[in-house]
């Protein structure tokens, strides 16, 4: 597949102009118009299509508004050029948004290399939503955009959501930045799966936790892809113990020597986790010391059961001396429920 970017303008009155490679440009008016993407697959655009959004009120809410929040995450990153030598993110990002009545989703949260974003996006009579930015400022080439369309999984789950290990396409392309803190030489059009799930934890068994022999506290464990971890990433636990508390929950290494200083919390009121990790190198005969911070979501999950994936985030190596670059590297974080999975039929 050839995929090609396309800038796009749309003006005060509805109108879109936007302009192709060869110069061209196509012109339509909407009004009002959401458009989140213009992506061409051998030259057929396949793009979204511009829906009317609405706007709901207290007196007649969003239908999904009935939960608090809603959690995404942004996974699984493919770059579909074979001849890009650019390293990219391989961590997920992610970004929290409270529900308001009027039926906006103001996300806020941050790319898997670390970059701020924000976006307020007003839904469609079919519950979808249109997301279109430029996270690393107006140069060409910065963009994140995503199709969101909001679905009731199950009849006896009647909560909003995208999910699945197939998910739907975002895409994510960050230009060459000198001055950025990572990745400078920029990559994309990355490819990214989606996933959104509505935020409403009545208890700690809904964040996939495993119960112990001490009430307060819970078990999960830990995935971390350790291609850039260094010698000590044995040293990383694989399952975590979470100390319970409201609104604040606390992880650690589940074994009490704790060799890589494995911390966390976890805020139950959003969903968001951070913490960080202590990796141990030896460079030209001496010890070095590098301590991995890691940030992410947690997701409620309509069919919950051993093996999934309970959390999506990225965690920032600090390159070792003398590495060039000397910038960090993205890892993808996650923690899953630690029962055994059901069998397969």
Do not use: C
């Not at 050839?2 to 196509?26: H, K, M, N, P």
């Not at 939960?67 to 770059?79: G, K, R």
């Amino acid at each position: 597949r050839a995929y090609r970017l396309v800038d796009f303008q749309i003006t005060s009155t509805g109108i879109l102009t936007v302009g192709l490679e060869s110069r061209a440009t196509a012109t339509g008016a909407f009004a009002p118009l959401a458009a989140a993407r213009s992506v061409f697959d051998d030259g057929d655009q396949v793009g979204n299509p511009g829906v009317r959004l609405v706007t709901y009120s207290s007196s007649s809410t969003a239908p999904w508004s009935n939960v608090s929040a809603y959690n995404l995450a942004f996974t699984s990153p493919v770059d579909p050029s074979p001849d890009s030598a650019r390293p990219f993110p391989a961590g997920s990002g992610y970004g929290l948004a409270p529900t308001r009545p009027d039926g906006r989703l103001n996300f806020k949260g941050k790319l898997a290399d670390g970059s701020l974003f924000t976006a307020s996006l007003l839904g469609a009579g079919d519950a979808s939503f249109r997301l279109f930015l430029r996270p690393h400022g107006a140069a060409p080439g910065s963009v994140l955009s995503a199709r969101l369309p909001l679905t009731i999984p199950r009849l006896d789950y009647p909560r909003h959501s995208i999910r699945g290990d197939d998910g739907l396409e975002a895409y994510w392309s960050k230009p060459a930045l000198p001055k950025s803190a990572n990745y400078r030489a920029g990559f994309g059009p990355l490819g990214l799966t989606v996933r959104l799930e509505p935020w409403f934890p009545r208890s700690f068994a809904d964040f996939g936790f495993a119960t112990t022999s001490n009430a307060s506290r819970g078990r999960t464990l830990l995935s971390l892809d350790d291609t850039e971890l260094g010698s000590s990433a044995g040293n990383l636990p694989d399952a975590v113990v979470v100390t319970f508390g409201n609104p604040i929950a606390f992880f650690a290494d589940e074994a009490s020597a704790n060799p890589a200083r494995f911390t966390g919390l976890l805020d139950t009121r959003s969903g968001f986790l951070r913490g960080d990790f202590r990796l141990t190198d030896t460079v030209a005969g001496r010890t070095v010391s590098r301590t991995v911070p890691f940030e992410g979501t947690f997701l409620m999950s309509e069919n919950l059961v051993g093996g999934t994936v309970t959390a999506e985030g990225f965690a920032l190596v600090p390159a070792l001396p003398g590495a060039t670059p000397a910038t960090a590297t993205s890892v993808r974080l996650r923690f899953r429920d630690p029962r055994t999975p059901p069998a397969t039929p």
